[in-house]
């Protein structure tokens, strides 16, 4: 199917319920969403808005209760080919040492053990491990987990990459450091990117596009392209007169709902 | 990075906790205590107490290297041990099957799962009888007692352990369309492994306990037999013996599964 005659992914009418104990919580209401072909979106909003739920539906691990959600013009019934999900909590396999985590999705695919090694040598050396291949997820910091989650999802080479809140957990200095390299691979790799964050600056540096969410249940409420040129100096751009613009723009949209 | 990699290697070198004793204190104050209470019974045995009912730790050491030479131990344990590790082998492996099965079973192991508990709550030791019933007094009969004593801890332990499998986790492998076969492999195993370990080290205790319960009920071999055959004789050096003897290959046992568990588990 010609990517050309459609978004890379199209959200229409999006409506998620969840049943739990009896009770029924609408997570997402008349949620209408297009990413192009390559496209950095970025969506911010209150905790429990279900920016998670979005993902989750995108990814097929979660089936709306109306309206649909497409990628590359079809409907996603059950988990698309491709989409890769970066988990807020990295998701690592405790019993299995970085490389292994790393080569993962690549035994999955049923790729060859040559291959699989050159590749994740390639992945480790592209987010700095190189030599930390034979250590257990228990023995790195955060960040260093970040990084192998990264490595991971940028092994299994998806069309979309969803990340919900990669860097939530991070210290501010941490953070900025790995946004900075994402951002310099990501600029390299060139795939449509959803990605949900708490954090405006964040959101902002790293975006074509941000989209603000109402609190539950999660609507659209506002959304700002950002046309700051690229490749973005991911810390630098936030001293841009432009960045403080927007920045305060979007600040005014979330502070409504809180 | 330079200070994400020396954090790694902080972590990597454990430090002694406050109020943690040394590996020597530890083995220092053991020793004492079994030196305390061996030399109480030698002691108390035959002066405060009649040593025909409490025997003494010295006889029982001399049965014991008798027995050895003679073959006798080898010849009731063996049996004992066999029987008890066919069956642990056998119900380990049942009870861990059935407990994935009935897990991902949906909505039949909310039909099972109560009846399942209630047989558990039986006291199996009751039925050795009609197990000789059953299958004679021969091998088989005692293998399915023991299987009996450990099907269900590792059934509970396996339907636990899959019921507390991280569900990012498993998320995380549908992303990546894993098969089920690699789902098992990458994620449900290793996941209950530890769930595994636990139930196989609780269950080396009701195996032995098992075997011996079969052999008390009906046999003419093994360290159950032993016991029975020397209450018989008013034999309290024997029972002794045979007790201790299970504690011995208890404690043997328990170590192989320590270091099982250490390999698997370095993980962590
Ligand atoms: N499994 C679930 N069962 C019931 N309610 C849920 C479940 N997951 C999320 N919710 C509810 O849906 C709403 C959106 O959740 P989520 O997508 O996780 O929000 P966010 O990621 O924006 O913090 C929340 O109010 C939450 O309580
Ligand atoms: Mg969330």
Known sequence: MPSSNHPKLDIRDLRVEYYTKGQNTVALEDVNLKIADGEFVSVVGPSGCGKSTLLKIVSGLLKPARGEAKIDGESIKDVPDQVGMVFQNDALLPWKTVQDNVRLPLAVKGKSKAEQEQEVNRLLEMVGLSGFGGFYPKQLSGGMKKRVALARTFAYDPDIYLMDEPFGPLDAQTRVK????????????????LFITHDIEEAIALSDRVIVMTARPGRIKA???????????????????????????????????? | MAMEMKQAQAQA???????ESSAATVWLGRIAVFVLAIGLWELLSGRAFNSFWVSKPSLIGVRLLQMIESGDLWFHASFTLQIAITGLAIGMLGGTLLGIVIAYSGV?????????????????????????????IGMSSKVVMVVAMVIFVAFYNAYEGIRNIDKDLMDM?????????????????????????????????????GAVIAELVGSNRGLGYYISYSSNMLDTTGIFTGLVSIMLIAILLEQVINIVAKRLLKYR
């Open chain 1, 178 to 193: 790995i946004g900075e390299e994402f951002l310099r691979i990501w600029e390299k790799v060139g795939k449509s990117v």
């Open chain 2, 108 to 136: 039949v192991e909310k039909w099972i799962y109560p009846y399942i508990m209630a047989i558990y709550s039986l006291p199996r030791v009751s039925l050795a009888p009609l197990f000789i019933v059953w299958f004679g």
């Open chain 1, 223 to 258: 959304e700002f392209k950002i046309e700051l040129p690229r490749p973005r100096p991911f810390y630098d751009i936030r001293f841009d007169p432009q960045f403080k613009a927007l920045q305060r723009e979007v600040w005014l949209q979330m502070a409504e709902e809180a």
């Open chain 2, 13 to 19: 070198r454990k430090p002694r906790l406050r109020g």
């Open chain 2, 173 to 209: 492998m549908k992303t990546y369309k894993a098969n089920w076969w690699d789902k098992l492999r990458w994620v449900v195993l290793p996941s209950i492994t530890v769930w595994i370990l636990t139930s196989l080290r609780l269950n080396i205790g009701m195996a032995l306990i």
